[in-house]
């Protein structure tokens, strides 16, 4: 099949619905063979059904594309290796791995569990460093390959109840960050996408006040095929140039993230005292403080 991705393997986690169901077919109608992995679970990460993952290669094959179905779940190394083996058995090569897999299992800090840190930082953080890790060894010896690797604006502003979700949404972009240097020499790329999508994942919004409803009518116009075509663009060639960025997806609208980097410093000739911080550097410093924002507060206009 031509196409932006004719010739090339593309490896999706967590791509039996939402935004990457939207990747594997838009990745196939591009021309790559697809692997479509999904453990078929809910969104708190509980069960497993290998129904989604399979009706998703039927939609590729129906549009006349190449995929299969793999419900390995990335969230071990063995299970995770087996993925990336899957793609290179069926297919015999790997270009692009796609880390969508997710869960989430939202509470406030204060009450959150062991358990409910541990299963979201598993799937989310350990995950795409078990299926990025496994894949490597293939990009460095072909001398080509790239990551693309989901975000959030939890990790990257703040959300409320998320500790677990934003820590290994951050902790994503430091390891593509990672990814992107230790590669570079072989040509590997590596980015962020950090969407905005009506999935089940934010279906989970409460409608009891007319505010609330009005909002989530407005959410639902952020389809998740909207974020397709930049995990695309990222996959193939056209963006060889583009590595270690940070971009987001709201509807029509596309954005590109700032990174961290020091934006005022102060100096004292004999260096500071805890009494000289408190009275010379943090007002100096205090015009750049960033308020305790929410991700909506930032994204305050409505999508368009
Ligand atoms: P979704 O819940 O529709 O899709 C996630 C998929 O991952 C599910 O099909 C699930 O079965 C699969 N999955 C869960 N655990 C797995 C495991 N261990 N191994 C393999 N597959 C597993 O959610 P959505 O919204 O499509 O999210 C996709 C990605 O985008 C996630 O990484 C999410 O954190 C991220 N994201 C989504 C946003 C949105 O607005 N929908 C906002 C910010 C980030």
Known sequence: ??????????????????????????????GAKVVVNDIGASVSGEGKDAGPAHKVVEEIKAQGGAALANTDSVAEWESANHIVRT??????????????????????????????????????????????RAAAPH??????????????????????????????????????????????????????IAPFAWSRMIGSIPTETEDQKARVEKLKSMHTAKIAPLAVYLASDAAAEVSGQIFGVRANELFLFSQHRPIRS?????????????????PALRAQFYPLERSQDVFSWDPI
């Open 139 to 192: 990009f460095k010896s072909q001398g080509s390959g790239c990551y693309v690797n989901m975000t959030s604006t939890s990790g990257l502003i703040g959300n409320l109840g998320q500790a677990n979700y934003s820590a290994a949404k951050l902790g994503i972009v430091g390891l593509s960050k990672s990814m992107a240097l230790d590669m570079a020499k072989y040509k590997v790329r590596s980015n962020c």
């Open 1 to 30: 099949m031509a196409g932006m991705l004719a010739g090339k393997v593309a490896l999706v986690t967590g791509a039996g619905g939402g935004i990457g169901r939207d990747f594997a077919l838009a990745m196939a109608a591009q």
């Open 266 to 282: 102060v100096h004292r000739a004999g260096g500071w005292t805890p009494e000289a911080i408190a009275e010379q550097a943090i």
């Open 87 to 132: 793609a290179l058995d069926a297919f015999g090569r790997i270009d692009c791995v796609v880390n969508n897999a997710g869960i989430l299992r939202d509470r406030f800090f204060f009450n959150m569990s062991v358990e409910e840190w541990k299963a979201v930082i598993d799937v989310h953080l350990n995950g795409t460093f078990y299926v990025s």
